[in-house]
Protein backbone atom coordinates (compact mmCIF):
# COMPACT_ATOMS: atom_id res chain seq x y z
CA UNK A 1 0.00 0.00 0.00
CA UNK A 2 1.80 3.19 -1.24
CA UNK A 3 1.81 6.32 1.12
CA UNK A 4 1.56 9.59 -0.07
CA UNK A 5 3.37 12.81 1.68
CA UNK A 6 3.06 16.72 -0.01
CA UNK A 7 4.85 19.25 0.62
CA UNK A 8 5.82 22.86 -0.85
CA UNK A 9 2.69 24.63 0.18
CA UNK A 10 3.08 28.12 1.30
CA UNK A 11 1.69 31.51 1.12
CA UNK A 12 2.79 33.50 -2.48
CA UNK A 13 1.38 36.98 -3.43
CA UNK A 14 -1.26 36.93 -7.36
CA UNK A 15 0.55 36.17 -9.74
CA UNK A 16 3.80 34.50 -8.15
CA UNK A 17 4.32 30.39 -8.18
CA UNK A 18 4.83 27.91 -6.18
CA UNK A 19 5.99 23.90 -7.50
CA UNK A 20 4.06 20.76 -4.71
CA UNK A 21 6.23 17.85 -4.58
CA UNK A 22 4.04 14.60 -3.71
CA UNK A 23 6.69 12.09 -2.20
CA UNK A 24 5.25 8.36 -2.50
CA UNK A 25 6.74 4.73 -0.79
CA UNK A 26 5.65 1.79 0.06
CA UNK A 27 4.80 0.41 -3.03
CA UNK A 28 5.83 0.56 -6.73
CA UNK A 29 5.23 3.96 -7.94
CA UNK A 30 5.14 3.29 -11.67
CA UNK A 31 2.16 1.03 -10.40
CA UNK A 32 -0.22 4.26 -9.82
CA UNK A 33 -1.82 6.90 -11.67
CA UNK A 34 -1.54 10.55 -9.59
CA UNK A 35 -3.82 12.70 -9.35
CA UNK A 36 -3.56 16.67 -7.75
CA UNK A 37 -7.05 17.39 -5.46
CA UNK A 38 -7.99 20.90 -3.50
CA UNK A 39 -9.89 21.79 -1.16
CA UNK A 40 -10.89 25.50 -0.19
CA UNK A 41 -12.52 26.41 2.94
CA UNK A 42 -16.45 25.58 2.85
CA UNK A 43 -15.99 23.76 -0.54
CA UNK A 44 -15.94 20.44 -1.67
CA UNK A 45 -12.99 18.67 -2.89
CA UNK A 46 -11.92 19.39 -5.98
CA UNK A 47 -9.76 17.55 -9.32
CA UNK A 48 -6.92 19.65 -10.03
CA UNK A 49 -4.72 17.42 -12.57
CA UNK A 50 -4.10 13.79 -12.86
CA UNK A 51 -1.11 12.09 -14.51
CA UNK A 52 -0.86 8.81 -16.24
CA UNK A 53 1.30 5.70 -14.97
CA UNK A 54 4.13 6.45 -17.03
CA UNK A 55 4.10 10.47 -17.30
CA UNK A 56 2.59 10.25 -21.07
CA UNK A 57 -1.09 11.61 -20.62
CA UNK A 58 -2.29 14.44 -18.55
CA UNK A 59 -5.61 15.75 -17.81
CA UNK A 60 -6.48 19.02 -16.31
CA UNK A 61 -9.52 21.09 -14.66
CA UNK A 62 -10.39 24.37 -16.82
CA UNK A 63 -9.53 26.40 -13.99
CA UNK A 64 -5.93 25.55 -14.23
CA UNK A 65 -4.98 24.75 -17.71
CA UNK A 66 -2.46 27.13 -19.09
CA UNK A 67 -1.54 27.86 -15.50
CA UNK A 68 -0.41 24.43 -13.99
CA UNK A 69 1.64 21.68 -14.45
CA UNK A 70 1.86 18.16 -12.93
CA UNK A 71 4.81 15.91 -14.04
CA UNK A 72 6.47 13.20 -12.23
CA UNK A 73 9.84 11.19 -11.24
CA UNK A 74 9.51 7.88 -11.27
CA UNK A 75 12.83 7.33 -10.44
CA UNK A 76 12.40 9.46 -7.38
CA UNK A 77 8.71 8.38 -6.77
CA UNK A 78 7.25 11.62 -6.72
CA UNK A 79 4.60 13.75 -8.60
CA UNK A 80 4.93 17.47 -8.83
CA UNK A 81 2.32 20.35 -9.72
CA UNK A 82 4.45 22.97 -11.10
CA UNK A 83 1.72 26.48 -10.12
CA UNK A 84 2.36 30.23 -11.99
CA UNK A 85 0.33 33.20 -12.43
CA UNK A 86 -1.43 31.70 -9.21
CA UNK A 87 -4.52 33.56 -8.14
CA UNK A 88 -6.48 34.52 -4.85
CA UNK A 89 -9.19 31.67 -5.89
CA UNK A 90 -6.22 28.55 -5.73
CA UNK A 91 -5.76 29.17 -1.99
CA UNK A 92 -6.39 25.71 -0.80
CA UNK A 93 -5.11 22.69 0.38
CA UNK A 94 -3.73 20.72 -1.94
CA UNK A 95 -3.69 16.61 -2.02
CA UNK A 96 -2.13 14.06 -3.70
CA UNK A 97 -3.21 10.79 -5.01
CA UNK A 98 -2.75 7.92 -6.38
CA UNK A 99 -4.91 5.15 -8.06
CA UNK A 100 -3.78 1.78 -9.15
CA UNK A 101 -6.68 1.37 -11.73
CA UNK A 102 -7.51 4.68 -12.89
CA UNK A 103 -6.76 8.14 -14.86
CA UNK A 104 -9.70 9.91 -14.11
CA UNK A 105 -11.12 13.03 -12.13
CA UNK A 106 -12.97 11.45 -9.51
CA UNK A 107 -12.04 11.37 -5.91
CA UNK A 108 -13.64 8.23 -5.56
CA UNK A 109 -11.55 6.27 -7.96
CA UNK A 110 -8.41 7.52 -6.15
CA UNK A 111 -8.22 5.28 -2.64
CA UNK A 112 -4.82 6.34 -1.90
CA UNK A 113 -4.68 10.61 -0.22
CA UNK A 114 -1.97 12.51 1.53
CA UNK A 115 -2.09 14.52 4.59
CA UNK A 116 -2.34 17.62 2.19
CA UNK A 117 -0.26 21.04 2.30
CA UNK A 118 -1.59 24.31 2.10
CA UNK A 119 -1.43 27.38 -0.21
CA UNK A 120 -2.35 30.45 0.54
CA UNK A 121 -2.14 33.08 -2.65
CA UNK A 122 -2.73 36.68 -1.53
CA UNK A 123 -4.19 39.34 -3.85
Known amino acids: QVQLVESGGGLVQAGGSLRLSCAAS????????MAWFRQAPGKEREFVGT????????NYAEPVKGRFTISRDNAKSTVYLQMNSLRPEDTAVYYC????????????????WGQGTQVTVSS
Open 97 to 112: AASRTYFTSRRQDYPY
Open 26 to 33: GGTFSDYA
Open 51 to 58: ISWGGGSR
